[in-house]
């Protein structure tokens, strides 16, 4: 009780009053915040990027944005937004200050628990439920046209603003055919092969692409897919 109340219960007696448990706020924030493109002090080209990681990963995700900005083109700004829910504090002043030295490469933690707290994921082996906020970029970031996410365990040797200009006008996604992944569902694991066909229903299974590199066209995105899509087909366990 404060001071107040114990003035009021020591002139009044017969004051009635119930005292209920302490709630504490921990990182309270906005349920869902806008995430707006950053802006630098400059006219130059920039390429919006997007990471997804976990407190554990952190050490991992270190190698992969140093070497992205040990790449970057002095030319080109470069905005890195990391899907998280749970990088804290400490982790996050790590990576700033190790991006410091980089004026035209900006770091920003985005926390899309809002987003996915509700759904239940199924995982799989190796992969952690940070894999699937990727899924969310359209809705996370409604106000771009346009991202390119990496996977936080790359090790970048090239500028990855060369990707980040490919046209995608007409495509919800650009990447890369999964050599690997390929063999596995055309012979070399029978597991694989059913999976490709009854799951992922591929009518060519030689079309499988990898999800580590992704250019996103998140307006096209949003044109044929609500929010709600993507929590179905998680649910189904892919």
């Known amino acids: 009780f404060n001071i107040f109340l114990n003035h009021e219960m020591r002139i009044n007696p017969a004051l009635r009053t119930k005292e209920l448990p302490c709630v504490l706020l921990e990182n309270p924030k906005r349920v869902k915040e806008d995430i707006e493109p ?43 937004n990391i899907l998280h829910v749970d990088i804290d504090l400490h982790n996050q002043g790590v ?11 900006r770091l920003r933690f985005v926390d899309v628990g809002s987003f996915v707290n509700s759904v239940q994921f199924v995982t799989h082996a190796h992969i952690p439920v940070s894999t ?26 090239d500028d990855v603003a060369k990707v980040y200009r490919t046209g995608i006008e007409d495509c919800m996604v650009a990447a890369t055919h999964d050599a690997d992944g390929c063999c596995q569902f055309n012979g070399s694991s029978p597991m ?37 899509d993507f929590i179905q087909q998680i649910g189904k366990g892919y």
């Open 38 to 80: 950053l802006s630098f002090d400059n006219d130059r080209e920039t390429a919006r990027i997007m990471l997804s990681c976990d407190n554990k990963f952190v050490s991992i995700l270190s190698v992969c944005l140093l070497s992205l900005a040990e790449h970057a083109s002095a030319d080109v700004n470069y905005e890195i």
């Open 192 to 228: 694989f092969k059913d999976y490709g066909k009854k799951a992922l229903k591929l009518k060519d299974q030689f079309s499988y692409f990898q999800a580590g590199i992704l250019l996103m066209n998140l307006k096209k995105i949003r044109e044929k897919y609500t929010i709600r």
């Open 132 to 157: 699937f906020y990727r899924l969310f970029a359209a809705y996370i970031f409604a106000g771009y046209d346009k991202i390119l996410h990496l996977d936080a365990d790359m090790l970048i040797c």
């Open 95 to 105: 990576l700033q200050n190790l991006l410091k030295s980089f004026p035209n490469v």
